[in-house]
């Protein structure tokens, strides 16, 4: 399984890599399905980012873009009881959504690290899960022995006063700011998490000087349309000369990774 809280084992397996939305997303997998997360790991990816929502009986689930787009129901998440959301399945498959229990299930069975991301609940003003469903949250990652194998991108005070010690939280900019500057940091064996067009070779060096290991966001947002491809290929290879240790990437950028995917 993946440590995320040992830096040197972090260092040993880069550059690893991290499946964006919940897997590979194919046209049998949705994002954020079981068997996108599946073949994550049969495509050698070492963590799986999870999007997490609150159901309104306190239970976490997966969905990334909202039901409408991805099951056709004009509904928020938090409107329905986790049985209801299960039972609904994806748009064009036959692929359901699924809990985050059932999705850690997976993970553990075939030894993914976990990135959580969102935490969210879609009806509460503030966006934030309940200190309830993020104690199930907690406990689940307890339970299936991934604490030391997660790590958390949606920060908050929140967030990190109820994961404490079952999920690592991006060093916070402000300390990256003053790294660049120059200032001596105990921060080592942390990480740093953000998209190319923050890291500079600079950036970088002062980071890693640090002890931080750094998770690059390679996603086809970032890229205008017109030119997806070629600029995400020269983040990448200007990002692996400075041996950046993970990309969190969609998984159409697969092909310019090809001494860590394996095909099934």
Known sequence: MFDVNDIESVRARAPFLVAHRGGVIEADAPENSRRA?????????AMVELDVFESRDG?????????YINCGICARIADLT??????????????????????LDVCAERNLGVMLDKLGNDARPNGEMSEACL????TLLRDRFLASSTVSIMDSSWRRKHLARVAMFPIPKGDVALAVAG???????????????????????????????????INTFHY???????????????LLALGIEGFQIDSVFEPFFPNKVKRT
């Open 37 to 45: 997360i599946e073949k994550a790991a049969d495509h050698g990816y």
């Open 59 to 67: 239970i976490p689930v997966l969905l990334h873009d909202g039901l």
């Open 82 to 103: 986790a049985a209801e959301l299960t039972a609904i399945r994806y748009r064009g498959s036959d692929e359901h959504i699924i809990t985050l229990e059932e999705a």
């Open 135 to 138: 104690k199930r949250v907690k």
């Open 183 to 217: 200032e001596s940091l105990a921060v080592k064996g942390e990480f740093w998490f953000g998209w190319a067009a923050e890291l500079d070779e600079r950036t970088v060096a002062r980071l890693h000087a640090l002890g931080v290991f750094l998770i690059v966001s």
């Open 224 to 238: 205008p349309k017109h030119a997806v491809e070629p600029l995400a290929r020269q983040d990448i290879e200007r």
